[in-house]
């Protein structure tokens, strides 16, 4: 298995320092990105060791490390690491500003997601009440007023009597 070249692990250790990566033992041909843990609790590590069936992850248990993503070289020759970097970018709490912060955001894109839902559910209610009550009036024979459709003037109730009555001819005698 080809070994990560010397720039792409330099570029890796640039952008933080606590990154590890070595050979997966459950991925062919992958390799997993960790990080160090700054604080280990034996106890839960011991707790973790015996429901966790992965070995990679197994793996970094036993040597403190906190598993980030496994990373699959798509060609032979390929060994691109700012797509691996920008990813790593986007997910980092750290770089969020912490995680308190992170999770403000996290609630407020939750939040925002909800009051979307609840707008999209308002429109169609009002939507539907508008339909209805259209309807309602044209079922009882009320005076409708469609959008786009031009109406015309009330035909009067009451016609003149007479030939010519109406017809806008004026006989003078």
Sequence with gaps: M???????????FDYDAELVVFPSRHVP???????RRRLRALAVDKILEN????PDTKL???????????????????????NIIRSLQARDIWRHGGG??????????????ENAKRA???DDMMQRADLAYDLYKRRTG???????V??????????????????????TG
């Excluded at 041909?29 to 990080?35: E, F, M």
């Excluded at 003149?160 to 109406?166: A, N, Q």
């Design 100 to 113: 308190d912060s992170y999770a403000d955001k996290l609630e407020q894109a939750e939040q925002d997601e």
């Design 51 to 54: 429901t966790i069936t992965q």
């Design 150 to 171: 031009v109406t015309r003037a009330p035909l009067p109730t009451k016609l003149p009597s007479g030939s010519t009555g109406g017809s806008g001819i004026v006989i």
């Design 29 to 35: 041909y992958g390799y997993v990105l960790a990080r």
């Design 120 to 122: 999209a559910v308002r």
């Design 60 to 82: 970094c248990l036993a040597h403190g490390l906190a598993p980030v993503t496994i990373i699959l070289r798509h060609s032979q020759g390929s060994w691109s690491i700012d």
């Design 2 to 12: 080809a070994v990560p070249p010397e720039f792409w692990l330099q570029r890796l």
């Design 142 to 148: 009320q005076r409708v007023s469609s959008p786009g």
